[in-house]
C-alpha cells in the first residue's frame, strides 16, 4: 500500500512537471525581448553539427525570464524582466523567433507553450487603425532536454574591471589575432593578470598588438589564459553602449573562462590550449628613427593612399625626411595601369631619416583601432574620461627598411604595436 502511494505521488509529480513545461506562460515587453535575443542570437552559429544549437532556449528563472544560446565553444546568456503567470521551458528557432518579435509593435508581448504540436504561441495586441490589432504567432520548438547544457564554470581566478576600460583595450588589440586555424594558438589574445593590471597580446605572425588594462583591485595571484578573438570580439560588441562592470574568472580546470556584465550578461567560451609565442621577445629594443606623427593626419593619408594601393600590390611606402630642420613624411601607393596617389605631413623626426613599406590594411587597421578611450586612466594625461587632453599622437620608431617597425600612442602609454615591413626596391 505504501509503495501503491508513493508510485501514484511520483506519477503525480511527473505529470505536474510536465504540465508546467508544457504550459509555460509569461508576457514580456516587446523592446525587452527583442534585445535580449540580439544577445543570445550572437552564439547561434550559421551552420551548425548539432541542429538544436540554432535555437534559442527561454525559461524562467528567480522571477525573469532567462534566454540562452550556445556554439558548443561560446555560450550566452542574458535576463529579461517580464510576468511570470506559469514556469517552464522551451527552445525555439533563433531566426525565426527573433524576426517575430522584432516585427511586433512596442507592447506587451505574450508566450504561451503549446503541446499539439509542441511549440509556443506568441500573441500582441497593439493600437492600429481605429481599433486593436492583434497577431498571433505559433513556432514549433523542442524540449530544454534537447538542449546541450553549459559547462560549469567553478572559478579559480576572478577579476573585476570597468566595461569601457576592457573595451578599449580590446579594440586595440584583438584585431591583430590570426583569422585561420594554420597556427590554432594565434587565433587566440593572450590575457595575462598581475597585481592590478590585465595585459592583452594578439598576433598573427605579422603584427603584434599588447595593450594593458587597469583592474578595479589587485588580483589576489597572477594567472593566464589564452582566450579566442572571436570570444573577445563578442564580448567588445556585448559591452557596447554600457557602463557597467565585467567580472573575468577562469575555471579551476583552466578551460573555459567566464565573462559576466554586470547582472544581465554571461558569456563563457572554451579557452584555447597551447603555448603562446613569447611576444614580449619580438619588440625591438634599440631604433635608429623616431616619428611623433599626429594620428588624424596619418589616418587620413592612409585612407587615401588605399584607394590606389588596394588595387595594386596593396602597399604603402613611408619616407621620413629631415627640410631644414622640419620633418617631412611621405606616404605613396601605386597600381600599374591605373596611376599613384602621395601625400605629405610634418611630423616631429628624432634621429636619422628612414624608410619603410607595409601593407596598407595593417596601416588603416593600426589607426583606426587606435582612436578612443584609455584603458590605463591613472597613466594617461588625458582627462577624466580617459580621451586625450590634446590632439592624439603616433610614434612610429624604426631602423632598416627590412626591421620590424613600433608604433605607440602618446596618450596611451600601456599601448605597443609591432608591424613587420613589406620587401620592395626602393
Known amino acids: 500500500m505504501i509503495l501503491e502511494c508513493a508510485s501514484l505521488n511520483q506519477t503525480r509529480l511527473e505529470n505536474d512537471q510536465i504540465s508546467g513545461l508544457i504550459g509555460m506562460k509569461i508576457t514580456c515587453i516587446q523592446d525587452n525581448l527583442a534585445r535580449g535575443l540580439r544577445v543570445v542570437r550572437r552564439a547561434v552559429p550559421t551552420r551548425a553539427t548539432l541542429p538544436i544549437t540554432q535555437n534559442i532556449l527561454i525559461e524562467t528563472e528567480d522571477a525573469r525570464v532567462k534566454l540562452s544560446a550556445t556554439d558548443l565553444e561560446l555560450s550566452i546568456t542574458t535576463w529579461v524582466s517580464g510576468q511570470i503567470e506559469k514556469t517552464g521551458a522551451i527552445t525555439l528557432p533563433a531566426r525565426p523567433l527573433l524576426d517575430t518579435i522584432s516585427s511586433f509593435d512596442t507592447g506587451r508581448v505574450e ?152 547582472d544581465e550578461i554571461e558569456m563563457i567560451t572554451q579557452l584555447i590550449a597551447g603555448t603562446y609565442p613569447d611576444y614580449k621577445s619580438l619588440v625591438p629594443e634599440n631604433t635608429d628613427t623616431t616619428m611623433t606623427i599626429s594620428l588624424d593626419g596619418i589616418a587620413h593619408l592612409a585612407r587615401s593612399t588605399q584607394v590606389i594601393a588596394r588595387e595594386g600590390s596593396a602597399i604603402v611606402r613611408m619616407v621620413a625626411t629631415d627640410i631644414e630642420g622640419q620633418g617631412r613624411l611621405t606616404l605613396s601607393a601605386s597600381a600599374e595601369d591605373l596611376g599613384n596617389s602621395e601625400g605629405t605631413l610634418d611630423i616631429d623626426l628624432e634621429g636619422e631619416e628612414g624608410k619603410i613599406a607595409f601593407n596598407v590594411r595593417f596601416l588603416n587597421d593600426l589607426v583606426s583601432h587606435s582612436q578612443g578611450g584609455t584603458s590605463n586612466p591613472t597613466e594617461t594625461d588625458g582627462s577624466e574620461d580617459g580621451s586625450p587632453s590634446g590632439p592624439e599622437k603616433m610614434i612610429l620608431s624604426i631602423s632598416t627598411p627590412s626591421s620590424p617597425a613600433v608604433f605607440r600612442l602618446s596618450s596611451h602609454p600601456g599601448f605597443t604595436h609591432v608591424v613587420m615591413p613589406m620587401y620592395v626596391q626602393w
Do not use: C, W
Open 111 to 262: 508566450f504561451e507553450i503549446t503541446d499539439d504540436p509542441y511549440g509556443a504561441n506568441i500573441q500582441t495586441t497593439s493600437q492600429r487603425g481605429d481599433g486593436p490589432t492583434t497577431i498571433d504567432t505559433s513556432l514549433r520548438g523542442a524540449p530544454k532536454d534537447d538542449f546541450p547544457p553549459f559547462p560549469e564554470v567553478s572559478p579559480k581566478h576572478r577579476v573585476r574591471v570597468d566595461s569601457g576600460i576592457l573595451r578599449n583595450a580590446l579594440d586595440r588589440t584583438v584585431f591583430s589575432a590570426a583569422s585561420d586555424d594554420a597556427r590554432p594558438v594565434l587565433t587566440g589574445v593572450k590575457m595575462e593578470v598581475e597585481g592590478d593590471k590585465a595585459t592583452f597580446a594578439a598576433a598573427d605572425g605579422f603584427r603584434l598588438s599588447i595593450e594593458t588594462a587597469q583592474l578595479m583591485e589587485a588580483a589576489e595571484e597572477g594567472f593566464e589564459a589564452l582566450i579566442p578573438a572571436r570570444a573577445l570580439s563578442e564580448l567588445t560588441a556585448l559591452m557596447a553602449g554600457t557602463a557597467s562592470t565585467v567580472e573575468i574568472m577562469v575555471s579551476e580546470t583552466g578551460g573555459e573562462a567566464m565573462f559576466r556584465i554586470g
